[in-house]
């Protein structure tokens, strides 16, 4: 957190200590990740330092933080929009910062508790993102103007001088453009930690120095409204696009989204764009006109009132509609194949110089996208499925050798399977795609869910539809979006049971029951915080960005860091061994 002193000051509420190790391999005082031809004065001030210690045993343990205070100005006004390049503090970049810690005492590493390390907002550890003065290149100038929103607890009060709204009056309302979120909040001691995300430091024969964790922290920019906006409202022709499968809360995300451009901004003109993609230039369909009228009580039905639909992301064909009907604002709600579409007009709309802000707002029940903490109708999708699993464990419990099987959605990843078996409670077995499992043998499934049967008269079984997949024949290839088709775990599973053993066996497949309701009442607080935030990064100049949480922050990231890969469960992550000790299932091991 960044708190503002006094004029132009700044310093870090909860200073970070970084040690800086001094051995054969590394001159004295040199921060590891620093080159050697890198002074550390080159790192100064302006900036914030951060200085670490280390107990005599060498052990990298940090000791109580001193006061750390370091200056810096406000942004200039030019460079790239993600995050303040235009602080001051000299020409040459400082290098990216890392917390590292070694483990071992004996391999002659010695602690400089005088040097010190250097970051600053702007610098090498944010995470940039494309500001449309990057970009655009129309007639116009790119203006920066004061914004219309308020609170009704910040708005002007007739007849009193508030003063004008700019980044050192922020009245509350605003969050600074220096605001930043760490995007990782843990940094590991040992490589065999839970989940860790580290390893030894080798030298160049390959023998090992030490255990070392480093941790390089980086920097998201603060979500949230700013005090100068770089659209005039009445100008603003803003689209919502919904693609891909339905989500509980897609309703409260449009609905947010329209209720922060009209009430928020005064925007008068917000078209909904019907079916998808391809909705923007399709024969035949037609904008559905937004306002907060019709936008109203859509909270309390599942599914999307401006449709949904995969595929379509012919993007010139896209960018020319944008360009027709004069739309500046595209906020795109889906998931990562949607995301990568959004992320290509946003790139096709950069390339013609054009003044147009691309948001995405992640969508998918599956959990499966990088970095934030979660996505919106994960919770609701969860609170459903475990409903499911209630039932089959009912059914599993009043038939003779009954076994209760579940087929849940996921696609690649085993989120919503791993969080409704654990909140469920009465789950035997989940098998998840992330962990590989046999069936046969003595330490198959088949053979423990006969066991199972045996001792206690009945099991329930939780499938994600990714899992066993070499078990199955898919029909190959991708569907509209992109994604691959996938076999049918659970009826083959079902098949399988009851070929060995004698059972009387119930499947369920809530598939388009667990997507197709409404939000429950955590994510639609989520979608209203999704949908608002949306609109303060286009109107902030953002483009290419993603809304989402990340350590409880709401933050705005670039598209690509989103959809580098999908996200999975870590079949050594805390969540998977909880669940192994929920239902006492083994490794199914051939």
Not at 358 to 384: C, R, S, Y
Request: contains cysteine; neutral net charge; charged residues 20%.
């Amino acid at each position: 957190a960044l708190n503002r002193l006094d004029g132009d000051a700044l310093a870090l509420a909860a200073p970070i200590r970084l040690p800086v190790r001094r051995s054969a391999h590394t001159p004295a005082g040199r921060p590891v990740g620093v080159s050697r031809t890198t002074p550390l004065a080159a790192l100064g001030s302006p900036s914030h330092s951060v200085s670490g210690v280390c107990a005599s045993n060498g052990v990298g343990i940090p000791s109580a933080p001193s006061s750390i205070r370091g200056r810096t100005r406000a942004r200039t006004g030019t460079g790239t929009g993600g995050g303040g390049a235009g602080v001051a503090g000299g020409d040459s970049a400082p290098a990216r910062a890392v917390l590292a810690r070694d483990d071992v005492s004996d391999d002659g590493v010695a602690w400089d508790e005088s040097a010190r390390y250097t970051w600053r907002v702007g610098g090498a550890n944010d995470i940039p993102i494309v500001h449309l003065r990057d970009v655009y290149r129309g007639t116009e100038p790119l203006v920066a103007r004061q914004s219309p929103f308020c609170t009704k607890s910040s708005c002007p009060i007739p007849g009193l001088p508030t003063g004008a709204r700019t980044p050192l009056n922020l009245n509350r309302t605003f969050v600074s453009e220096l605001d930043r979120v760490l995007l990782k909040s843990m940094t590991f001691g040992s490589p065999d930690s839970l989940s860790a995300e580290c390893d030894f430091e080798c030298d160049v024969n390959g023998e090992r120095l030490c255990n070392t964790c480093e941790f390089e922290p980086e920097f998201c920019i603060r979500a949230g409204p700013r005090a100068e906006i770089y659209f005039k409202p009445s100008e603003v022709h803003a689209a919502i696009v919904n693609c891909g499968g339905l989500c509980p809360g897609i309703n409260d995300v449009i609905r947010s989204l329209v209720n922060t451009l009209e009430v928020g901004y005064d925007v008068k003109k917000i078209s909904g764009i019907r079916f998808g993609f391809s909705g923007f230039f399709k024969d035949g369909v037609e904008n559905l006109p937004l306002s907060r009228k019709t936008v109203r009580n859509i909270q309390s039905q599942g599914g999307s009132i401006v449709g949904c639909g995969r595929g379509g992301g012919d993007v010139n064909q896209i960018v020319n509609a944008i360009e027709r009907q004069g739309m500046n604002m595209i906020f795109v709600i889906g998931g990562n194949g949607s995301h990568a579409g959004a992320n290509a007009i946003s790139q096709e709309c950069a390339k013609r110089g054009l003044k147009v802000s691309v948001v995405g707002i992640p969508k998918t029940i599956d959990n499966d996208i990088l970095h934030i903490d979660k996505t919106f109708g994960f919770d609701t999708a969860v609170e459903e499925a475990q409903k499911a699993i209630k039932a089959a464990a009912t059914e599993a419990r009043s038939a003779l050798n009954g076994i209760g099987v579940v087929k849940l959605m996921g696609r690649q990843s085993g989120f919503i399977a791993m969080n409704a078996a654990l909140a469920n409670g009465d789950t035997d077995v989940c098998l998840i795609p992330e962990v590989d499992f046999a069936m046969e043998g003595p330490n198959g499934a088949v053979a423990h869910i006969k066991n199972l049967v045996a001792s206690q008269g009945y099991a329930v079984v939780v499938l994600a539809e990714g899992a066993g997949q070499e078990y199955v024949m898919g029909a190959g290839g991708t569907d509209a979006g992109g994604n691959p088709v996938l076999g049918d775990i659970g009826p083959w599973f079902c098949k399988r049971l009851k070929a060995e053993m004698s059972c009387d066996v119930k499947y369920i497949d809530p598939t388009y029951m667990v997507r197709g309701c409404k939000a429950n009442a955590q994510d639609s607080i989520y979608c209203a915080i999704l949908g608002q935030n949306a609109v303060h990064g286009a109107f902030a100049g953002f483009t290419g960005i993603s809304v989402g949480m990340v350590n409880t922050h709401a933050v705005f990231l670039p598209i690509e860091r989103l959809i580098e890969k999908e996200r999975l469960v870590d079949p050594d992550g805390k969540n998977w061994h909880r669940l192994l000790t929920a239902t006492g299932q083994p490794d199914f091991v051939s």
